[in-house]
């Protein structure tokens, strides 16, 4: 998955974020970033801190776990996920995205 990368011993994620969308949730691939749909407008951080609560959540880690590293003003977002190492997120997020956990990792 060429949207998950490393950073020191944290995983990072690339993410297309749609605010202002009915519903919140992940709707799965976007090119090579997750796209991620938020129901808050992208006024005063509030859809980056949904963005946040949404992978937290997802993920099953605290929600300080996880902040935007890049693209706190762009739809185009880098999140660092602590304490988890990029195969771990591959596989938390394989049911989600409709992916196969690749065997072995």
């Not at 880690?61 to 706190?72: E, K, W």
């Amino acid at each position: 998955m060429p949207f998950i990368s490393q950073k020191g011993d944290d995983a990072c994620l690339s993410v297309r974020v749609q605010p202002r969308s009915s519903k919140t949730g992940i709707a799965g691939r976007y090119g090579d970033q997750v796209k991620i749909c938020l129901k808050s407008a992208p006024v005063d951080n509030a859809a980056n801190k949904e963005c946040c609560q949404l992978l937290a959540k997802t993920l099953g880690v605290p929600r300080s776990n996880v902040s935007v590293m890049n693209g706190q003003t762009s739809r185009s977002k880098v999140l660092k996920v602590e304490g988890m190492t990029p195969s771990e997120l591959r596989k938390a997020l394989a049911p989600v995205l409709g992916d196969e956990p690749e065997a072995g990792v």
